[in-house]
C-alpha cells in the first residue's frame, strides 16, 4: 500500500521557522520526485518544491526561493521541507506528493500530475 504521510506543521510566528517532514513507503523510493504542495484558505493548490531522490536534483517556485529548503533522506524514505523567513502567506495546508521522475527538472514538475498523494498537515504563520 502506497502511504505519504505529511507532518511537521504548526503555528510558528513570522519570521520564525518550521520543518515539514514527508514519510514514504509502499514504492521505490529513488524512483520518484517528492513535491511539496499548498493550499490556503480560499486559493487553489499550488506546488511549490520538489526533490529528485535518486540524485538530489531541486526545484522551487520564486515564492520560496532562498527561504525554504527541500531535502531527502533516502535511508528513511522521508523528504524534508525546511522554511525559515516564514510570512503570514505561508499560512496553509501542507501536503506531500510523488510523481514518477529521476534527474533533474526541466519542466515544471507536477505539470503532467502527480501519481501519489498524501494528507496534508496545517501550518499557520501568525503575524
Known amino acids: 500500500e502506497v502511504q505519504l504521510q505529511a507532518s511537521g506543521g504548526g503555528l510558528v510566528q513570522t519570521g520564525g521557522s518550521l520543518t515539514l517532514s514527508c514519510a514514504a513507503s509502499g514504492f521505490t523510493f529513488e524512483d520518484y520526485a517528492i513535491c511539496w504542495f499548498r493550499q490556503a484558505p480560499g486559493k487553489e493548490r499550488e506546488g511549490i518544491s520538489c526533490i529528485s531522490t535518486n540524485d538530489g536534483s531541486t526545484y522551487y517556485v520564486d515564492s520560496v526561493k532562498g527561504r525554504f529548503t527541500i531535502s531527502s533522506d533516502n535511508a528513511k524514505n522521508t523528504v524534508y521541507l525546511q522554511m525559515s523567513n516564514m510570512k503570514p502567506e505561508d499560512t496553509a495546508v501542507y501536503s506531500c506528493?510523488?510523481?514518477?521522475?529521476?534527474?533533474?527538472?526541466?519542466?515544471?514538475?507536477?505539470?503532467?500530475?502527480?501519481?501519489?498523494w498524501g494528507k496534508g498537515t496545517q501550518v499557520t504563520v501568525s503575524s
Open positions: 506528493a510523488a510523481v514518477t521522475h529521476t534527474g533533474s527538472f526541466y519542466y515544471t514538475p507536477w505539470n503532467y500530475g502527480m501519481d501519489y
